[in-house]
């Protein structure tokens, strides 16, 4: 059988569990014995943690067991819809010039990608054909980063995991074009979907992937993603997510990385669709002289629902981390913003900055935001801040009183406000992208 | 037909018990420059914001003409567009606006409005930089965020450079002069004397004489307690800087 239909009678964490049941012992994808050995200790143990509930101070502001009460679709097996290069072509990026990975419902699509000419050693493919081709890698850092112990979402993901993305960059190489997954979601049926991701970036190497996530389907959908990112010693590893699904998808999107000694990672998300959306980052710094940056930007409209919720482990000395997330919020949209810092004993000199910003342009929008600091070492500098207003009036008139319009100042305005997280953004046509879509929305709130 | 006339303005807060402008008279003709000055408080500020077109203030009784149109009618960015323009008191800093796009956008929507064709790119840079040249402006704050980190003198120097940019009908100056050391004083007063013309009026609106040194103005009036209790010509800002505003204000109580 190639999906089965949740029994939405009994409650929703019993539908999982026999799921895993009647599924148990299926290859569900190939025979790596290190993704199938964490299978079983991870369904017990979302059994015990059960779906998250407001009443969890980490899930307080987002309502996810109401979404995830839903009858859905999970598929057990590949699914094929049959998809040209017609469907992908709106979602591509102008000037791109990537190795191309589509993944459809989670899985890697090989007809539409175009992955190219990789550099020696180099490896993109699905993470299920990875887990035959490259078990020792697997092996080392799958399950390694995104621990399931307190995260019964990303336990769930772990016991049913099928399939996903893998890239693999051996020490001392250069990618230079940067790697990009598409994930569409294309379905008739309301789908549950839980992909999961693997990037490995060894001592020295250099990489930037991009993924952006869009959907064919007006469909309900909730997609559960795991992405886990290793960056060795002196690695740069540039981490790029655009949302953008649609307002009929929700979605827990956890993303964990690793860091060694002297090693950059970055990673950017914008938010520009779903009926909820929650990211949980985590980066565990645990080498030393590593450079950690997060960046994020919310666009909301509608009565979208985007948590971000970080999470920025210093547990050696002598590091940086900075974290900016700005939101925008129309209509009445609502944004949560989470930032915890942990500085572990004796992580001294750690230089941590967390900022959170956002507009609210109705009495109908809503933003919580807290910071969290935690710290246990002395020397130490770690700051944070949160603001939340209206387009600034005075700033407004300024631009009125040389000739713009009060909607084009206000367009101006907010563009001008989320510029900060856009330029953080690296590539160029991937800037220009993020920058024109950002434009397209704020335009359409005053239209 | 006077460019401006002011008759018998007077102007509260809104919202509040509390009035500013208590009947103000004031014609200015095209060409001539004008010079309102007073002590803190005076109301002369004020003044400039209700001819921008800021909200905050409510016209309790009396009219301004502006070309013969009822200005309080417009929007502020209509007003820009007519051709009237504010040098800010307090300049604001828009971090992530550029200058080139915002000065751009400017450019066009008043061009637009005056009946012009809208710069492509390279012509509006080319244009860019002969007004930079011409009002000695450091063309590397064209290429900021407008008057983003900008000193005090670079914010007031900027919005001479604007209204260069934008060559606007009315130009009205709130306090440009504040706050300003010799040099940059000297280069405002050359950027306004340069832009001096017989088709735009200047009001100037100054706490101090000091810059009618450089700029001479035509008509000099005085405002006290939201009335332009005195007019006269140049010589007047001088016997203001040499008596002080108790002088007027006592001429004033014993002709009220």
């Known amino acids: ?232 010693e002196k690695a740069n590893l540039e981490h790029y997510l655009i949302q953008d699904q649609g307002p009929s998808a929700s979605q827990v999107h956890t993303r964990a990385a690793q860091q060694k000694d002297d090693s950059v990672y970055t990673t950017i998300s914008a938010t520009f669709t779903g009926e909820v959306v929650r990211n949980n980052v985590t980066i565990e710094a645990d080498g030393s002289f590593c450079e950690s940056n997060f960046y994020g930007l919310v666009v909301g409209k509608d009565d979208m629902h985007v948590d971000n919720h970080t999470f920025m482990g210093h547990v050696q000395p002598d590091c940086s981390s900075n974290e900016l997330y700005k939101h925008v919020l129309n209509d009445e949209s609502t944004g949560v913003f989470n930032g915890k810092v942990f500085v572990s004993r004796g992580s001294q000199r750690i230089d941590a900055y967390q900022q959170n910003d956002t507009l609210v342009l109705t009495k109908d929008a809503e933003i919580y935001t807290k910071p969290e600091l935690e710290i246990y070492a002395d020397d130490v500098v770690c700051s944070h801040g949160a603001t939340t207003g209206q387009i600034d009036e005075e700033s407004l008139f300024y631009l009125r009183s040389r000739g713009l319009s009060k909607r084009r100042a206000r367009i101006l305005m907010l563009q001008a406000f989320a510029q900060e997280v856009i330029d953080e953004i690296q590539l160029d046509s991937l800037e220009e992208h993020v920058a024109e879509r950002v434009r397209t929305r704020f335009s359409s709130y005053f239209a | 037909m006077a460019l401006l006339e002011i008759k018998n303005l007077h102007v509260g807060v809104e919202d509040e018990d509390i009035k500013i402008l208590n009947g103000v008279d004031l014609t200015l003709d095209t060409g001539d420059l004008h010079a309102i000055m007073g002590p803190n408080g005076s109301g002369k500020s004020t003044l400039a914001a209700v001819l921008a077109g800021r909200e905050e203030y409510e016209v309790l009784d009396g009219e301004i003409l502006y070309d013969g149109e009822n200005l309080l009618e417009l929007e502020p960015e209509e007003r820009a567009e007519a051709g009237v323009f504010l040098a800010f008191q307090y300049p604001v800093e828009l971090p992530g606006v550029s200058m080139t796009n915002f000065l751009k956008e400017a450019v066009n929507s008043v061009r637009e409005a005056r009946g012009q064709d809208e710069l492509g790119s390279a012509d509006f840079l080319q244009y860019m930089r002969e007004r930079a040249d011409m009002m000695g402006l450091n063309a590397d704050l064209t290429k900021r965020s407008v008057n983003e980190g900008f000193s005090g003198g670079e914010k007031k120097r900027n919005e001479i450079f604007q209204l260069a940019m934008l060559e606007p009908k009315l130009a009205i100056l709130d306090e440009t002069d504040s706050g300003l050391d010799i040099d940059a004083l000297k280069n405002v007063a050359d950027g306004v004397n340069k832009l001096r013309s017989e088709d735009r009026g200047f009001l100037i609106i100054t706490h101090y004489q000091r810059i009618l040194d450089y700029i001479v103005p035509d008509h000099v009036h005085v405002m006290l307690d939201g009335k332009i209790v005195r007019t006269g010509d140049k010589d007047l800002a001088l016997e203001l800087e040499e008596h002080g505003y108790d002088w007027v204000r006592e001429e004033a109580a014993a002709a009220a």
């Open chain 1, 1 to 232: 059988m190639s999906t089965t239909a949740l029994d939405t009678s009994v409650r929703p964490e019993d539908r999982f569990i026999s799921a895993f049941e009647v599924n148990h012992g299926e290859a569900l994808n190939g025979t790596n014995a290190s993704i199938s050995k964490q299978r079983t200790d991870a369904i017990e143990r979302f059994a015990e943690l059960g779906i998250p509930t407001n009443n969890l101070e980490a899930w307080k502001y987002t309502d996810i067991s109401s979404v995830i009460d839903r009858p859905y679709t999970l598929p057990l097996a590949p699914e094929r819809p049959s998809l040209d290069t017609d469907d992908i072509a709106p979602f591509l990026i102008d000037d791109l010039d990537a190795h191309r990975v589509v993944l459809i419902n989670g899985r890697v699509d090989e007809a539409l990608s175009d992955i190219g000419d990789l550099p020696d050693g180099v490896v993109v493919s699905s993470l299920a054909q990875a887990g035959s081709t490259h078990p020792d890698v697997v092996e080392e850092h799958y399950g390694k980063y995104a621990d399931f112990e307190d995260e019964a979402l990303t336990a769930l993901n772990t016991a049913f995991v099928q399939d996903g993305a893998f890239v693999y960059v051996p020490s001392g190489t250069v990618v230079e074009k940067p790697i990009f997954f598409l994930h569409l979601t294309a379905t008739e049926q309301d789908l549950l979907l839980q992909p999961r991701h693997l990037f490995v970036a060894e001592d020295g190497a250099i990489a930037r992937i991009v993924e952006a996530q869009h959907s064919l389907s007006d469909a309900q959908t909730f997609t559960n993603t795991v992405s886990e990112s290793f960056i060795g």
